[in-house]
């Protein structure tokens, strides 16, 4: 079976040299100090214990070198994909699954969803339709990424917490190819139930991620803080409360309140959001995947985000301002 993880930073990273070490047939695509400190020294994983581990990987910015993949695990930031989808090509044969590992509300999400909304195309997560049209939605595996991780340093990868990547057919199925992705993942270590019901999970994740992240980015503020702080914590829940009403509508099941999901923000501590740490280090912000898809998505069912509407409009002000949103 050959994997390829594209776009090797901190999650790709990590998932890569867990499956180098579990001796899969795997390639990274990476680019720029990253590629060349993993090309020259090999990929470093400092795991969640202290424990150091250097694989030798076979990595590439340029994916005709790597050949026709099985599975490609796409962990991108969300916006960093539709540019590249041609690049993709040299890695797509007629059997290639693609796996998307990136947070947000994913592009394929009205792929053989059933119903009215069946084929929706959402513009805020693919401009043009660039995966549709280029990716095909046939092709595509979904997961939820548990983990947190971080690039240290060029070729090294910090490894936080959690050891989950959901997977889930868009049609719920359990398929043989989800199957054995799930069973390749698990040899390396690493958690990969595949779910009936992935959507459920990626709207319990971007809860959070839909209010935390720009919250943070706003107030520059911690988790610990911002979800107990009560001014932040009720506009956290106004914004979680219209998510749910747009998701209950789309069917949708939440398996825990609100609440239970701020104070689950709360306890992991004195944490810097992904949006927060893109901001300081002068990275684009994953604004459109998790905050605009949503507003996009309320649009659809008809359900007003008036919460929504204001966070976005003062993070895309914020990042706009610091030269980091278009
Ligand atoms: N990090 C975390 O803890 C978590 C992240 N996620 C999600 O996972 C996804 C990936 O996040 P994360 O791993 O943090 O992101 P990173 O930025 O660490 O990793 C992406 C990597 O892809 C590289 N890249 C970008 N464009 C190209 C290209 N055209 N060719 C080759 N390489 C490219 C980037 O290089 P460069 O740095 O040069 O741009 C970077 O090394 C996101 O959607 C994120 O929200 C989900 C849960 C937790
Ligand atoms: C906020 C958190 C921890 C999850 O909600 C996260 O995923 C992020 O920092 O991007």
């Not at 998932?15 to 090999?42: E, F």
């Not at 424990?51 to 490609?72: C, F, K, M, R, W």
């Not at 797509?92 to 999400?109: D, E």
């Not at 935390?212 to 107030?219: D, H, K, Q, R, V």
Request: proline share 6%; aromatic share 4%.
């Amino acid at each position: 079976m050959k994997i390829c993880v594209f776009g090797a930073g901190a999650i790709g990273g990590y998932m890569g040299v867990k499956l180098a070490q579990a001796g899969a047939d795997v390639s990274l695509v990476a680019r720029g100090p990253h590629l060349a400190a993993m090309k020259s020294n090999g990929l470093k994983l400092i795991e969640e214990g202290g424990e150091e581990t250097v694989v030798s990987v076979t990595a590439s910015d340029n994916p005709a070198d790597l050949g026709v993949q099985d599975y490609i695990i796409v962990t991108l930031k969300a916006h960093s994909v539709p540019p590249i989808v041609d690049k993709m090509a040299p890695l797509i044969g007629p059997n290639t699954t693609i796996v998307s590992g990136v947070n947000g509300v994913p592009w394929w999400y009205f792929h053989k969803i059933g119903g009215a909304h069946e084929g929706t195309r959402l513009e805020s997560v693919d401009p043009g339709n660039a995966q549709w049209d280029g990716f095909g939605p046939d092709r595509v595996l979904g997961c939820v990424v548990y983990p947190a991780a971080e690039v240290i340093a060029p070729g090294v990868v910090k490894h936080i917490e959690g050891n989950r990547f959901s997977l889930g057919e868009p049609d719920g199925s359990k398929s043989e190819r989800a199957t054995a992705l799930s069973q390749a993942l698990s040899s390396a270590g690493l958690k990969a139930p595949v779910r009936p019901r992935l959507r459920d999970e990626i709207w319990v994740k971007l809860w959070g991620n839909l209010s935390f992240n720009p919250i943070s980015a706003l107030t520059h503020a911690t988790l610990d803080v911002l979800c107990t702080d009560p001014g932040t914590r009720a506009v956290a829940r106004g914004m979680m409360l219209e998510a749910q009403e747009i998701a209950e509508a789309l069917g949708v099941k939440f398996p825990i309140d609100v609440e239970r999901r701020i104070d689950g923000g709360a306890a992991v501590g004195a944490h810097r959001t992904s949006m927060l740490q893109d901001l300081d280090q002068g990275r684009p912000m994953e604004i459109d995947a998790l905050v605009g898809s949503v507003q996009e998505l309320g649009r659809v069912v008809n359900v007003p985000t008036p919460t929504i509407d204001t966070v976005l409009a003062l993070v895309q002000l914020r990042a706009r301002t610091a030269g980091l949103y278009a």
